[in-house]
Each structure stands twice: as structure tokens, then as C-alpha cells.
């Protein structure tokens, strides 16, 4: 980079001596390896057959087999399935009553505001440690351990101030000049936010849904403590009885790996942009 | 921002005058009408968090103040319903744990696992942030990929990495061997484990920091860079002076939210080691989780204990974190 500015008619800003760039594209493909290694060396093995799991090979002989076993075996579409429900209707809960909240606190001054801000900001940093007993002897009371429906309201802890939060900061987006037209048109406030802003703020709720689906989806504590036996699974929960201390299907665990990385990958790559936007604006303008 | 729900300009000037005229008679009555919608509208959020997580968190406070475990309190087996037999202790439990040097083993390891981790996380992300911020080609290609650790679930790839570091049959190890060097015990030997959590938690955290990072940098205005060069500032002076001030808020936003996550990260230890070997790599959630669910009779008590000195620490951070913000004049 001094080559720059000892030579500033030569090149202009922002151009590279040669030298540089090999440098930069050196280290952005060694750190780029780095960052997709793990994960591609999954997916082939994946690919090989089971009892070539541990070969160092990186294609031997490409089957399906694992994914086979995987079908016909295991209780993999069971956990799958479960997850599916416990996250999505986490999700969907999650969002519907933490939308109105976001809204309230990015545009009004009220009385209770701050605490309730400091609320929502505080909980997001409980620790599971500090609700994962209580949580276990109340779902064990009302009868809800195994129950997708004890493991949806415990992620609910986990979502509704998580959802709140990112959503005022996607509402603090939306100028408040919408609003305004809103009221001289004679809409009250719930008016304005239903008619008004929710339709423009579907990005930031489909970013704030699509965030806690993908938390939910990939929670380990409560799932491990809450729900056993093989049906009552989730994919956390599943993926964790191919390796135990005492076996290890190195095979069957890659594929089922596989099948739950690719769709919440997908998704990731098109949502993380705003996502990131909207923890950080949410955090910082607090 | 914010419009007022108000319709006077005393009120205007901020919570405090509203309060004071709550107290005042009919101030209560006036404060509703003006502000009934905004509290119509947190209601729903104000009464999930008081069900499921303040009475939680009451009942878990309550509970490391008793000697609850698997075998006293309320439960159904078959038919029979059993009524809750454990008894208030007061303050034993944090007795117990505060004078039994394990407590005081996890806690350091514990600190130095987040400090270490956040550092090491916060450079790379720079760093990577750094050199995405420029123009050239696989910009693009390069983001995608560096990217792919945050995209996959987190209890995905820490099987995965358990996979590469097996001892006798991963990919490292053969690597290893194939350039001569011994086995190396990644997930058997305290200090090896000790540096593979943290290496698999920076791993997955790398990402995350560093576009978030890349969006501070986006938004400094290009012209200071300019100016800058004018005035004959070297590379190093730039990013002293221009690159590190326009990145403060975005810094100490995502520097917080990391600690608290990789303070609280559960899954990278649990998944990876399960604390061991031995208890070597156990941090403090992960030891809070044995006592109820590992150990047994499973405490109930004694992880509700460790719960909230947990919550207690995580707190003070918070207050000094915030505390030293506002004394540089921020306004978080």
C-alpha cells in the first residue's frame, strides 16, 4: 500500500501494485478454504460409501447409500418433521405477537418505554442456564416434556424478544412521514400500522421470521434436556445419537447433515444481508 | 424518531413529565387516554415475557434458595401424583459454590475462552472486512464462501469439525501423518481441546463480524479517504484515524452481542466435548446444564444457582460496558 502514496501520479487510489493484489487474493483464498472446508468435506463424504466414510479421498466411488439408510433406518424424516413444527410455529407465533410491540416502541413515546427496551434487550442475553430448570419442572408439571408444544413455548422465550427487537429496527426505517399521511386520513393508530406500515415492513418481517426459524431450528439445550426417546426428536437432538461416545456413523451423520444444511443455507445467503442490518440499526439507535 | 403520543408540548419534553403527572389527580386518567393505544399494543409482548419469563426466572431464583432435586420435587409417575418435598435453604447453595474452587476454575476458563474468542474473532473480521471493502474481481465469490460458516446451523458444523479432528480417523489427522507429524489429540488432551472449542467458536463467529463490520465500512463516506490522501496520511494512518472512529458504533454494537453469545455458547462445548475430557473445557453454562440434566440425582437447586450467578455476571458486564460508553460520550 505505501507503493500508492509514494507514487500517487503513477496509480491512482485504490489500485494495487501486483504485488499486493497476490497478497490479498492469497489470503482471501486461503481464508475462504478455511471457511468452506468443513463444510464440503461433509457433503462428500456424504457421498461415499458408509464404510469409506474416513477415507481422505475427496470422491470415491459416489453413491447415494447414506442417504438411503437415512430413509429406510432412521427416524430422520420424524425429526425433521418435528422440527419443522416446533420452529415454524415458534416462528409464526413469535413474529405475530412481537410485530405490534416493534411498532409501539419505534414510534411512540410512552410511559414504561425505556424499561420495556431494557427489557427485551436484557432477556436477549439470558443465558438457557437461568430458565432451562424452572422451564423443565413447569413443562414436566403441566405434563408438556416430549410435547412439541413445551419445546414451542420455551423458544418463545427465546423468540418474542429476539423478534420485538429486530423489528423496531426495521421499523425505524420507515419514515414517519407515512405515518403522518396515515393520521390525516383519518387512520388511528392501529389503522396506520395494519393498512400502512406492515405491508411496507414485509422484508423485515420476513428477515425477523426467517432469523428465528433458523434459531429455533438450530436450538441444542432445551431440545437435548426436554425431549427424548426416537420419535421425540428433534434434528438436533437426532443428529447427536449417529455419534455417541461409544459409535460413530460417520456415514448416515454427513447426509443427514447435508439435508438439513442446503435449505437453511438457501435462504441464509438471500436474507443475511438485511439481517445484518437489522441487529446492528436495532442495537446501536436503541 | 419517535412521535410523541401526547398531544401537549409539556409532555413532549419526556418520560419524567409524564410520570410527574401521573401522580397529579386525574393524571392517571388523562395518561391513558393519550397513551392507551401504545400500551394496547406492547400488551401481548408484556404479557409473554411476565408468564414464560419472569415467573421463570422467580420460580429459578426461588429454586436455588431450596434444596430441590430429581428425587423431592412435584412430579407424576404413572398414576400417582408426588407433592414437592424440598425445603428452603436460604442461601447455602451460593455458599456452596462460591467456596468450591471449581466454581472458580470454570469462571477463569470461562473469561478467558470469551476474551479470546471475541479478540481473535473481532481481528479476523476486520481484517477479511478490510480487504472485501476494496474493488476487484470474486469480490463477490469471495464473500459467498467466507460467508458459508454462519449459513449452515451451528449444531451442523461442530459435528462436522468433530468429524475432521477425530483422533484416530479424521481428515486432520491423516493430513498429519501424510507430512510426517504424529497424531495430534485435538479432542483427548485438555489444552488441544481447550484450542479446538476455540478454534470451531471463531470459526463459526468469523462471519458474522465480518459483515457487519463491512457494513460499517460501507458507510464511511468515501471523500475522508480522499482528503486524507491529499494530506499525504500512509495507509496506516488511515485506517488508524478514519477506518477505526467511523467503525466505533458497529464495533461496540457486535463486540457485546458477541460476548454475551460466545459467554452463553452451549452448544460448540456441549456438542464438541461435552466439557471434557474431564471437566476441561466445561464453562459455566455448560456446567449449569450438567448439574439438572448429566449428573445424577440431577440438582435442581444447585443448577438453578449456578443459572443466576450466571445471569448476575452477565449483567455487571452489561452495566459496565454501558457505563464506559457513555463516559466516551456515547449515547448507547
Avoid at chain 1, 207 to 236: H, K, P, Q
Avoid at chain 2, 159 to 173: C, M, S, T
Wanted: charged share 15%; glycine share 8%; hydrophobic share 50%.
Amino acid at each position: 500500500m505505501t507503493a500508492t502514496t509514494s507514487a500517487p501520479s503513477a496509480r491512482k487510489r485504490g489500485e494495487r501494485s501486483p504485488l499486493a493484489s497476490v497478497a490479498l487474493h492469497a489470503t482471501l483464498i486461503a481464508a475462504s478454504v478455511i471457511a468452506v472446508f468443513p463444510v464440503l468435506w461433509v457433503l462428500l463424504t456424504s457421498l461415499k460409501p458408509a464404510k469409506d466414510a474416513i477415507s481422505t479421498d475427496f470422491v470415491k466411488d459416489p453413491t447415494l447409500e447414506n442417504y438411503r439408510y437415512l430413509v429406510e433406518s432412521t427416524s430422520f424424516f420424524t425429526w425433521f418433521g418435528n422440527s419443522v413444527l416446533v420452529a415454524g410455529v415458534t416462528t409464526v407465533l413469535g413474529v405475530f405477537i412481537a410485530a405490534t410491540t416493534g411498532y409501539a416502541v419505534s414510534r411512540f413515546k410512552f410511559p414504561g418505554m425505556r424499561p420495556l427496551m431494557w427489557t427485551l434487550l436484557v432477556t436477549q442475553m439470558f443465558p438457557m442456564a437461568i430458565l432451562i430448570v424452572p422451564l423443565y419442572n413447569l413443562m414436566g408439571q403441566l405434563g408438556l416434556l416430549n410435547q412439541p408444544l413445551g419445546l414451542i413455548i420455551t423458544y418463545l422465550t427465546i423468540a418474542v424478544p429476539f423478534c420485538a427487537w429486530m423489528m423496531k429496527g426495521f421499523f425505524d426505517t420507515i419514515p414517519v412521514e407515512i405515518d403522518e399521511s396515515g393520521r390525516v386520513d383519518g387512520l388511528n393508530p392501529f389503522g396506520t400500522f395494519w393498512r400502512l406500515i406492515l405491508p411496507l415492513a414485509r422484508p423485515g418481517l420476513a428477515v425477523t421470521a426467517f432469523y428465528s426459524f433458523i434459531t429455533a431450528w438450530g436450538e441444542v439445550a432445551y431440545a437435548s434436556a426436554f425431549m427424548v426417546g426416537d420419535d421425540n426428536l428433534t434434528l438436533a437432538g437426532g443428529l447427536q445419537t449417529f455419534v455417541t461416545q461409544y459409535t460413530a456413523n460417520w456415514g448416515p451423520m454427513t447426509a443427514a447433515s447435508v439435508l438439513i444444511a442446503i435449505p437453511a443455507a438457501i435462504f441464509f445467503v438471500f436474507a443475511q444481508r438485511h439481517l445484518v442490518a437489522g441487529m446492528t440499526a436495532g442495537a446501536t439507535k436503541g | 424518531m419517535a412521535v410523541h403520543t401526547s398531544r401537549t408540548a409539556a409532555q413532549a419534553a419526556g418520560d419524567g413529565t409524564d410520570v410527574a403527572r401521573g401522580r397529579g389527580r386525574g393524571g392517571l386518567k388523562r395518561a391513558l387516554a393519550t397513551h392507551w393505544y401504545a400500551w394496547a399494543m406492547v400488551a401481548p409482548v408484556v404479557l409473554v415475557l411476565g408468564v414464560i419469563i419472569g415467573w421463570p426466572l422467580v420460580r429459578g431464583v426461588y429454586l436455588s434458595l431450596t434444596d430441590a432435586n430429581e428425587r423431592n420435587v412435584a412430579r407424576t409417575i404413572g398414576a400417582n401424583t408426588i407433592e414437592a418435598s424440598y425445603s428452603f435453604v436460604g442461601l447455602d447453595n451460593y455458599t456452596a459454590v462460591l467456596s468450591d474452587p471449581v466454581f472458580w476454575q470454570r469462571l477463569v476458563w470461562t473469561v478467558l475462552w470469551t476474551v479470546v474468542c471475541v479478540s481473535v474473532t473481532f481481528t479476523l473480521g476486520l481484517a477479511l472486512a478490510n480487504m472485501l471493502n476494496r474493488n476487484f474481481r470474486g469480490r463477490a465469490f469471495y464473500r459467498m464462501a467466507l460467508i458459508l460458516p454462519w449459513a449452515v446451523p451451528g449444531f451442523v458444523s461442530v459435528f462436522a469439525w468433530r468429524f475432521l479432528f477425530n483422533r484416530d480417523n479424521g481428515i486432520l489427522n491423516k493430513v498429519l501423518e501424510g507430512g510426517g507429524i504424529g497424531a495430534i489429540p485435538w479432542l483427548d488432551d485438555p489444552t488441544w481441546a481447550k484450542l479446538s472449542v476455540i478454534t470451531v467458536n471463531v470459526w463459526l463467529g468469523v462471519p458474522f463480524m465480518m459483515v457487519a463490520l463491512l457494513g460499517g465500512l460501507q458507510s464511511i463516506p468515501g471523500e475522508l479517504y480522499e482528503a486524507a490522501e491529499m494530506d499525504g496520511a500512509s495507509a496506516w494512518q488511515r485506517f488508524r484515524h478514519i477506518t477505526l472512529p467511523g467503525l466505533r458504533a458497529v464495533s461496540m454494537t457486535v463486540i457485546l452481542l458477541s460476548t454475551i453469545w460466545t459467554f452463553n455458547m452451549f452448544p460448540v462445548i456441549f456438542l464438541l466435548t461435552r466439557g471434557g475430557p474431564g471437566d476441561s473445557t466445561e464453562i459455566l453454562v455448560t456446567q449449569a446444564f450438567r448439574e439438572a440434566f448429566v449428573s445424577s440425582p440431577r440438582d435442581f437447586a444447585g443448577s438453578a444457582t449456578w443459572g443466576v450467578l450466571i445471569l448476575a455476571l452477565l449483567m455487571i458486564f452489561a452495566l459496565v460496558y454501558r457505563r464506559s460508553l457513555r463516559k466516551q460520550g456515547e449515547v448507547w
